[in-house]
Structures are given as structure tokens and as C-alpha cells.
Nanobody
Framework: QAQLVESGGDSVEAGGSLRLSCVGA????????MAWFRQAPGQGRELVST???????YYADSVKGRFTVSRDNGKVKMWLEMNNLTPEDTARYFC?????????????????WGKGTQVTVSS
């Protein structure tokens, strides 16, 4: 059974908006740091945002002011609201959970992963 499942990816034009969702299979995930990563073709996995279980957030500079992360621990859900999208945001977006409260910017620190959802932004 998949630990995390993402949804909400789509193809949009530049300037558009999307809302990604992530649902966790394990109730324990509600206590963990969760994050959104993205990976463009031929590129490494890039951190987009993290959120602790008490909603302390962190954003990569490239998305700060445009993206908003939120979570509902009771439902083991996390969202990523993405506004003013640009072609540079085109990537596969992954939901991850670390396995502990403290957040980290390294993908290797995250224990649970989803399979990703594709976001494509055209100019």
C-alpha cells in the first residue's frame, strides 16, 4: 500500500494556478515533517516546501510568495497551492514525509514518498 498519494497535477498556462493534494496512508504521518519536492526531466530532486506537524513552513526561494503549503493532521493530508505558475515550475511533484518532527532540506532524509503528480506549465 502506497504510503503517500499525490493528486492535482495538470497542464496549465503561465500565470495559472493549481492545487496539489497529498494523502497519507499511515496515521502516524500526522506527527511528521512533510514536504513537497519536484523533479524536472534531467534534473535532480528539488525541495519546494516543508511543513512541520504544527505548521511551521519553509519555502525554496524560487517559489516563495507564489506557493503555499498547508496540512490537516486529522486527515493526514497536505496541500500545495501554486499561483502565478511559470514554465520553470514544470516538473513532477512529490509528497514526502520524514519520519520525525524536525524538517530537513535533504531528500535523503525523507522516509516516505509518493509516486508524484505531473505539473506542466506552458508559456
Amino acid at each position: 500500500q502506497a504510503q503517500l498519494v499525490e493528486s492535482g497535477g495538470d497542464s496549465v498556462e503561465a500565470g495559472g494556478s493549481l492545487r496539489l493534494s497529498c494523502v497519507g496512508a499511515q496515521y502516524a504521518i500526522r506527527n511528521y515533517c512533510m514536504a513537497w519536492f519536484r523533479q524536472a526531466p534531467g534534473q535532480g530532486r528539488e525541495l519546494v516546501s516543508t511543513i512541520t506537524s504544527d505548521s511551521i513552513t519553509y519555502y525554496a526561494d524560487s517559489v516563495k510568495g507564489r506557493f503555499t503549503v498547508s496540512r490537516d493532521n486529522g486527515k493526514v493530508k497536505m496541500w500545495l497551492e501554486m499561483n502565478n505558475l511559470t514554465p520553470e515550475d514544470t516538473a513532477r511533484y512529490f509528497c514526502a514525509a520524514k519520519g520525525e518532527y524536525e524538517c530537513d532540506v535533504r531528500a535523503t532524509s525523507f522516509r516516505f514518498w509518493g509516486k508524484g503528480t505531473q505539473v506542466t506549465v506552458s508559456s
